[in-house]
């Protein structure tokens, strides 16, 4: 019988990456890479898995989209009672990958989860559409609900209390991601990839290749 998880099987091919193609620091090179998998129109560039893990170190993983990046660190949004949120308050230690499969590549960010101040939270908050805005206050993200109509309920209570402006919830926040390290992914023939990450060393950034 087939098996239909062990016989999928796919050869990579595109592409390497050496130590000289990369940039001199790993801010430079995402913006490369991520550049690339906006003109190979890759569905939805900016989606991360977020990888946190509770105080006593149990792991929670979910898809967030990136919503602002810099050499200060990489940007999202999140409800704060939700279980990310809540684990990255307690435990900062935090995970990104990136998974850009029509390129055959991937970039993991490993560091630390920093609370974005309240000023750059409603500079955010006011750019997002209206419907996402009332959505941050009807949804307690994460907590259990009895039904989907509560959740409309709640929707159309935020539409009906807020018919101008959509304030800020108290609970809705954000991180920034300081890295200590990156990664860059590249798939090769034979699964030898590529796996080339930079480490920062005090100032600076040292680069180590790893095994595949």
């Known amino acids: 019988m087939t098996d239909p998880y062990a016989d999928l099987r796919r050869e990579y091919a595109l592409g390497g990456l050496t130590e000289e193609e990369l ?3 790993p801010f430079a090179m995402f913006q ?3 550049h690339d998998a906006v003109a190979a129109s890759v569905y939805e ?3 991360m898995v977020v990888a946190s893990a509770s ?3 149990r792991p929670s993983s979910r898809l967030v989209l990136l919503k602002g990046f ?4 990489w940007v999202f949004f999140t409800n704060l009672g939700s279980r990310k949120g809540t684990e990255l308050l307690a435990n900062p230690h935090v995970s990104l990958l990136f998974p850009w499969h029509p390129l055959e590549r991937q970039v993991r960010v490993d560091g630390r989860a920093v609370l974005l101040g309240r000023g750059e939270v409603a500079a955010y908050f006011e750019t997002r559409p209206r419907g996402s805005q009332l959505g941050a206050h009807a949804s307690r993200q994460s907590r259990e609900v009895g039904s989907r109509e509560e959740l409309d309920d709640a929707w159309a209570a935020a539409d009906a209390a807020y018919p101008d402006e959509v304030p800020v919830p108290d609970e809705w926040g954000g991180f920034r991601v300081e890295p200590d390290a990156v990664e860059f992914w590249q798939g090769r023939p034979g699964r030898m990839h590529d ?3 930079y480490r920062l060393d005090g100032d600076s950034w ?3 290749r790893l095994a595949p």
């Open 70 to 73: 810099s050499p200060a660190g």
């Open 32 to 34: 490369r890479w991520y």
């Open 206 to 208: 040292s680069v180590h």
């Open 195 to 197: 796996r080339l990450v």
């Open 55 to 57: 105080a006593d170190g």
């Open 45 to 47: 560039p900016n989606a």
């Open 23 to 25: 940039a001199a620091d």
